[in-house]
Nanobody, 124 residues
Framework: QVQLVESGGGLVQAGGSLRLSCAAS????????MGWFRQPPGKEREFVAA????????RYIDAVKGRFTISRDNAKNTEYLQMSSLKPEDTAVYYC?????????????????WGQGTQVTVSS
C-alpha cells in the first residue's frame, strides 16, 4: 500500500513558478514509476508528466515541455514537479500518482495509487 500526499500548490501570477511535491509512504516507492496529472475546471483529468523508477526517463505533454520538470528523490520517497513560466491555462487541480509497472506510464488506468490533489491557480 502506498499513500501519496501532494503539497506546494497555490495562487501565482502568469510567468511565475511553483514546485509541487508528492510525499509517498511505504518502502516500495523506489520501484514505482510516478506521474503528475491535472484536471482543469470542467474538464477531464489529463496526463502532464511521468518519471520511471530510476529517475532516468521522463515524459511530458507538449503543452508543458520546456516549462515543467519532473524529478524524484528515492531516498526521501518524494516526487517533484517544478513548474515555471506558468500560464493561466495551467490552472487545475494537480494529482500525483504511482504505478507498480516501474516504467513511464501515460494512462490513468496504469496507476495504482493517487494523491488527494493540490490546487494550482495562475492569474493573468
Amino acid at each position: 500500500q502506498v499513500q501519496l500526499v501532494e503539497s506546494g500548490g497555490g495562487l501565482v501570477q502568469a510567468g511565475g513558478s511553483l514546485r509541487l511535491s508528492c510525499a509517498a509512504s511505504g518502502r516500495t516507492f523506489s520501484s514505482y514509476s510516478m506521474g503528475w496529472f491535472r484536471q482543469p475546471p470542467g474538464k477531464e483529468r489529463e496526463f502532464v508528466a511521468a518519471i520511471d523508477w530510476s529517475g532516468k526517463f521522463t515524459r511530458y505533454i507538449d503543452a508543458v515541455k520546456g516549462r515543467f520538470t519532473i524529478s524524484r528523490d528515492n531516498a526521501k520517497n518524494t516526487e517533484y514537479l517544478q513548474m515555471s513560466s506558468l500560464k493561466p491555462e495551467d490552472t487545475a487541480v494537480y494529482y500525483c500518482a504511482a504505478s507498480r509497472f516501474g516504467v513511464v506510464q501515460y494512462d490513468t488506468r496504469a496507476y495504482d495509487y493517487w494523491g488527494q490533489g493540490t490546487q494550482v491557480t495562475v492569474s493573468s
